[in-house]
């Protein structure tokens, strides 16, 4: 049933994609410049979770490095190095510049120091989910290196410039932004076909099927290729020859519940705690939310940085706000 289990996960980069042909030459065009051993402009890719701004960003990078012989590139996730350090150490690894930096000891300005005088090929670093970075000004003190391009992905451009500071923003005014929206249900069902068209058994899933699982994904590919993955595991546990109806059906739940795990997963313990005590109270305004959560952090973040986790846990559907203002309230999202 499955005969190339990579080609059904999500971090798999595809040799072609389809349906974001205006997103895949917006992208290129920006970086085109680095071909002729210039910096190219900031580029900053927005849109929700699911729609493909990382695939789309790997895939035209490694496209761009096998026309241009002499170029490197680093894909920071800042869901996982999320501190200045870290992040700065991520790209220092990705270009083989560790050896002599020591994680415990070494001063920020030393290890950008060290970025600043790197004399290798041309740079683009990605930095993935960048508004989870612990300090945004480390934006502005990459910007100011010469040699690297920067690719900055997000799911709020309003809120990531929110909470940014004047220095920050007045650079990321200059940053070609690309927009990502929602795959439709037809642009999506021919995602998932052509991820089983390379990963399964040649007929092993009906076109109607494939529209059911894009359908039950609502416009998030994450959820989809989830789905087709839980529904292939369940035909081959069972020898079968076809994933049938009920595979499906049984795998849409599933399939949800895996994407929601991982993302549990992806928080840091002071995310997992926020979304804990809204769980826990089931319904919590700011204020007392952050009251609680300030009496149980051992370093206490600012309202604000806090508030910025919560529409995190907004935008990837593990929470839910209702009313405004000083009426707003947060509940957690039942699992579907």
Not at 207 to 231: E, M, N
Request: hydrophobic share 35%.
């Amino acid at each position: 049933m499955i005969t190339d289990a990579r080609v059904l996960r999500e971090e798999f980069v595809p040799g072609d994609v389809v349906h974001r042909d205006a997103e895949v030459n917006a992208l290129s065009r920006v970086l085109e410049p680095i071909s002729d051993g210039e910096d190219a402009r900031p580029v900053l890719i927005t849109g929700p979770s699911g729609v493909g701004k990382t695939t789309i960003t790997k895939f035209v990078v490694s496209r761009l490095r096998e026309s241009v012989l002499d170029i490197e590139s680093v894909h920071v996730n800042c869901w996982q190095s999320y501190t200045r350090f870290g992040a700065i150490y991520a790209i220092l690894e990705g270009l083989g510049q560790t050896l002599d930096v020591h994680r415990r000891s070494t001063p920020h300005d030393e290890l950008l120091e060290k970025l600043d005088n790197y004399d290798g090929p041309p740079v683009i670093v990605t930095l993935d989910e960048v508004d989870q970075l612990d300090d945004a000004r480390l934006v502005y003190d990459l910007y100011r290196l010469d040699n690297f391009s920067f690719v900055l992905v997000t799911n709020d451009e309003e809120q990531l410039l929110a909470d940014l500071d004047e220095r920050v923003r007045s650079r990321l005014q200059t940053a070609e932004t690309i927009r990502f929206d929602r795959y439709h249900v037809d642009e999506l069902t021919d995602i998932v076909a052509a991820r089983a068209d390379h990963g399964l058994e040649p007929d092993a899933i009906r076109t109607d099927q494939l529209r059911l699982i894009a359908d039950a994904a609502a416009g998030d590919a994450r959820v989809g290729l989830s789905i087709l993955r839980s529904a292939a595991r369940r035909a081959d546990r069972e020898n079968a020859e076809r994933i049938t109806d009920d595979h499906v059906e049984a795998a849409i739940p599933e399939g949800r519940q895996e994407v929601r795990s991982r993302t549990l997963d992806a928080l840091r313990p002071e995310q997992r705690l926020v979304y804990e005590l809204v769980v826990d109270h089931g319904e919590i305004a700011p204020r007392d939310l952050y009251e609680e959560y300030a009496e149980r952090a051992d370093e206490p973040r600012t309202k604000r940085t806090v508030r910025s986790w919560l529409n995190k846990l907004q935008q990837y559907n593990l929470v839910e706000s209702h009313g405004s203002g000083p009426n707003r309230v947060y509940e957690a999202r039942e699992a579907e």
